[in-house]
């Protein structure tokens, strides 16, 4: 049976009229995409074109079908929107047996598509105002030691960990920090937010994460694999940080503290570097040698 033929036949002309055209296949994955213009961007206000995406995805288990539907936009999905695109048929999965049934199924699918998954698409295209920002993202990957010092001058922190204790007390200020920001509109706080990765970042980066990375419109400081077991994993610190303060600014408790997270991180990176007897970064290290917990 030639698959991507069949789906082209069947998906591809039914959506066709909507603007999508087919994109690639990934292994058992058949990617339509189109692009639409009209949508406010908040990540890159520059770009205004959203791109938005149909997938047929085939089980590697068993004869199954489901669509799925995604944009490049950032957005939280809330669990009422899943549940609601469930009931609606995407996301649902759909057995067959031989070509018959599979053309079928692609058929109703297309039903799927036409009549609920449109429209969700649309839904799911209005990008989040409060997000990590291109220009944020570049700030923080280009300046992250001069933003850390700056902000190690202004609240007078220790910067090297000596004990655990340390990094319980930089969560702590960290935290109370975003806390007193909480009030304060997100255009006002973002520099702030921004400062506050990096010196999350830089004190991940002292005690065994080896490497700052931008991809994929995030800011990331990595383990070297020969340092570390792959177990020891730091959160994105500005992804982390802002999603921090957007909770406390909607008073929102519900979700983990991702701060938290980052600092729990660099503590177990902290023990393993101690129990391997290696010093962290040792020019920090010797500048507080002397300085005890």
């Given at each position: 049976?030639?698959?991507?033929?069949?789906?082209?036949?069947?998906?591809?002309?039914?959506?066709?009229?909507?603007?999508?055209?087919?994109?690639?296949?990934?292994?058992?994955?058949?990617?339509?995409?189109?692009?639409?213009?009209?949508?406010?961007?908040?990540?890159?206000?520059?770009?205004?074109?959203?791109?938005?995406?149909?997938?047929?995805?085939?089980?590697?288990?068993?004869?199954?079908?489901?669509?799925?539907?995604?944009?490049?936009?950032?957005?939280?999905?809330?669990?009422?929107?899943?549940?609601?695109?469930?009931?609606?048929?995407?996301?649902?999965?759909?057995?067959?047996?031989?070509?018959?049934?599979?053309?079928?199924?692609?058929?109703?699918?297309?039903?799927?598509?036409?009549?609920?998954?449109?429209?969700?698409?649309?839904?799911?295209?209005?990008?989040?105002?409060?997000?990590?920002?291109?220009?944020?993202?570049?700030?923080?990957?280009?300046?992250?030691?001069v933003l850390d010092r700056e902000f190690i001058?202004?609240?007078?922190?220790?910067?090297?960990?000596?004990?655990?204790?340390?990094?319980?007390?930089?969560?702590?200020?960290?935290?109370?920090?975003?806390?007193?920001?909480?009030?304060?509109?997100?255009?006002d706080a973002k520099e702030m937010l921004v400062?506050?990765?990096?010196?999350?970042?830089?004190?991940?980066?002292?005690?065994?994460?080896?490497?700052?990375?931008?991809?994929?419109?995030?800011?990331?400081?990595?383990?070297?694999?020969?340092?570390?077991?792959?177990?020891?994993?730091?959160?994105?610190?500005?992804?982390?940080?802002?999603?921090?303060?957007?909770?406390?600014?909607?008073?929102?408790?519900?979700?983990?503290?991702?701060?938290?997270?980052?600092?729990?991180?660099?503590?177990?990176?902290?023990?393993?570097?101690?129990?391997?007897?290696?010093?962290?970064?040792?020019?920090?290290?010797?500048?507080?040698k002397d300085m005890k917990c």
């Amino acid at each position: 049976m030639k698959k991507v033929k069949i789906i082209k036949e069947i998906i591809g002309k039914r959506i066709e009229p909507y603007g999508f055209k087919y994109f690639k296949t990934e292994n058992l994955e058949w990617i339509f995409i189109r692009e639409v213009e009209g949508f406010k961007r908040y990540y890159d206000p520059d770009e205004q074109v959203v791109k938005q995406y149909l997938e047929i995805l085939e089980s590697r288990y068993e004869k199954t079908l489901t669509v799925r539907i995604y944009t490049d936009v950032s957005r939280r999905h809330r669990d009422d929107e899943e549940e609601e695109m469930r009931r609606a048929g995407i996301g649902s999965w759909f057995a067959y047996t031989d070509e018959d049934s599979f053309r079928k199924i692609l058929n109703q699918m297309a039903d799927i598509i036409e009549k609920h998954g449109l429209d969700w698409l649309a839904k799911i295209s209005q990008e989040e105002e409060i997000i990590v920002t291109k220009a944020m993202n570049e700030k923080l990957f280009s300046q992250h030691k001069v933003l850390d010092r700056e902000f190690i001058e202004k609240f007078r922190v220790k910067a090297a960990a000596q004990c655990e204790e340390d990094i319980d007390e930089w969560y702590r200020l960290i935290n109370g920090i975003i806390e007193d920001i909480a009030g304060r509109p997100y255009e006002d706080a973002k520099e702030m937010l921004v400062k506050i990765a990096a010196f999350i970042g830089e004190r991940a980066y002292d005690v065994g994460f080896q490497k700052w990375e931008f991809v994929n419109k995030s800011v990331s400081v990595r383990r070297n694999n020969l340092a570390a077991p792959p177990w020891l994993t730091l959160p994105l610190p500005l992804n982390s940080v802002v999603s921090s303060w957007n909770e406390k600014y909607e008073q929102c408790e519900e979700d983990p503290n991702l701060v938290e997270l980052c600092f729990n991180a660099i503590k177990k990176m902290f023990l393993y570097q101690k129990k391997r007897q290696r010093p962290m970064n040792k020019k920090l290290f010797s500048k507080h040698k002397d300085m005890k917990c």
